[in-house]
Structure formats: structure tokens, C-alpha cells
């Protein structure tokens, strides 16, 4: 084996960093369902009352195109592992957080949706701090 050769480094993601990306592709996962829930609402097929786009009073369809349309794209940037993926998420769970939480007369009571919207953006901030520390043990 030349000297070139074998001075390389092999770069492998470690385990955590398997994990993470898993633990993303999931999340992508869910969202793609939140986003259909969304588009289900706005066509009309949601069985319940002003569940239609036409019939739904203003601050509802301004919150459901939004969310409709945003949900589907962080799942796109989450599945690729892009970094935009996970910013577009937080617009999604921000927005729905303040629906549920901070509007419950106009939206509803979900403490589900903030609740999971939560221990996600833990879950991540987790992946995230332990991945950090790993690299920066590496380096030293």
C-alpha cells in the first residue's frame, strides 16, 4: 500500500449520528401526515363542521394553507437531511404551539400537538448536543 493511501481517513457517521438521521426521517414521516391532515381539511373531507376551506372562519384558513402547504416541505427537508428541514419544522411546531396553547378559544384545546411538538424539539436539541460533544471529543 502507497503512503498516500494509507494516511486516509475513512469518515464514518457515528451511531448517534445514525440514530439522528433515523430519528429525523421519522419526524419527516409524521409531518407528511400532519400536511395531509391539513390538505384532508381544506378540500372538504374532514367530517365535522366548517371543515371546509370556504366555510372555515378566516383565522382557521389562514393557519391550515399555512400549515398545509409548510408541513409537507419540512418533511421533504427532513427526510434529505437538510439542514433547512429542521427550521422549516420549527416554523410548523411554533405555529401550531401558539394555536393550541395561546388561542385555545379559536383553535381548540390539543395539548397533544404541544405536548409531541416539545418532546420533539428536545429529542432534538439532545441528538444535536450529544453529536457536538462526541466531535469535539474527537478532536482533542
Known amino acids: 500500500m502507497s503512503e498516500v493511501t494509507s494516511r486516509r481517513v475513512v469518515l464514518q457517521p457515528s451511531t448517534t449520528e445514525v440514530i439522528f438521521a433515523w430519528f429525523q426521517r421519522v419526524i419527516a414521516g409524521y409531518c407528511l401526515l400532519f400536511g395531509v391532515l391539513y390538505w384532508i381539511r381544506l378540500i372538504g373531507i374532514y367530517p365535522g363542521e366548517l371543515w ?8 382557521w384558513q389562514v393557519a391550515a394553507a399555512t400549515l398545509a402547504v409548510f408541513f409537507p416541505f419540512a418533511a ?11 427550521v422549516i419544522w420549527f416554523i ?14 379559536l383553535f381548540g384545546h390539543r395539548l397533544l400537538i404541544v405536548v409531541s411538538h ?13 453529536i457536538w460533544l462526541q466531535k469535539r471529543q474527537l478532536r482533542q
Open 92 to 105: 410548523c411546531a411554533a405555529t401550531e404551539t401558539v394555536m393550541y396553547a395561546g388561542f385555545p378559544d
Open 52 to 59: 371546509r376551506f370556504d366555510l372555515m372562519p378566516v383565522h
Open 76 to 86: 421533504a427537508g427532513l427526510w434529505m437531511l437538510a439542514s433547512w428541514g429542521p
Open 118 to 130: 416539545a418532546c420533539v424539539a428536545l429529542l432534538y436539541i439532545v441528538f444535536r448536543l450529544i
